[in-house]
């Protein structure tokens, strides 16, 4: 069984950073690609970031480029997500996915995990 569970969510001032993990079973995770998307209260599940298997190969939102960073561990078979300078518009619920890198960015990915709620507000 395919199992992702996110952590490190929470509330954070505009401005500030939080780091995500998703940590990885039930799969081969070093020949998996993995990304995070986000969805808003009434809005669409969004692609945030995606990574390649091997972690040479990364992509983002035009949102995020440039502040987010996303990374994997493939010993701890973990990914992150680090995000500075964050913005109230990155208020969403965060979930972790598997799927192939060709596909990273769109919303039907093969797995999703259960999600973790990230608030930046004053």
């Known amino acids: 069984e395919v199992q992702l569970v996110e952590s490190g969510g929470g509330l954070v001032q505009p401005g500030g950073s939080l780091r995500l993990s998703c940590a990885a079973s039930?799969?081969?995770?070093?020949?998996?690609?993995m990304g995070w998307f986000r969805q808003a209260p009434g809005k669409e599940r969004e692609f945030v970031a995606g990574?390649?298997?091997?972690?040479?190969?990364?992509d983002y939102a035009a949102s995020v480029k440039g502040r987010f960073t996303i990374s994997r561990d493939n010993a701890k078979n973990v990914i992150y997500l680090q995000m500075n300078r964050m913005k109230p518009d990155d208020t969403a619920v965060y979930y972790c996915?598997?799927?192939?890198?060709?596909?990273?960015?769109?919303?039907?990915?093969?797995?999703w995990g259960q999600g973790t709620q990230v608030t930046v507000s004053s």
């Open positions: 990574i390649n298997e091997n972690g040479a190969v990364t």
């Open positions: 996915s598997v799927g192939p890198w060709a596909t990273r960015r769109s919303p039907t990915q093969n797995y």
């Open positions: 039930g799969l081969p995770f070093i020949s998996s690609g």
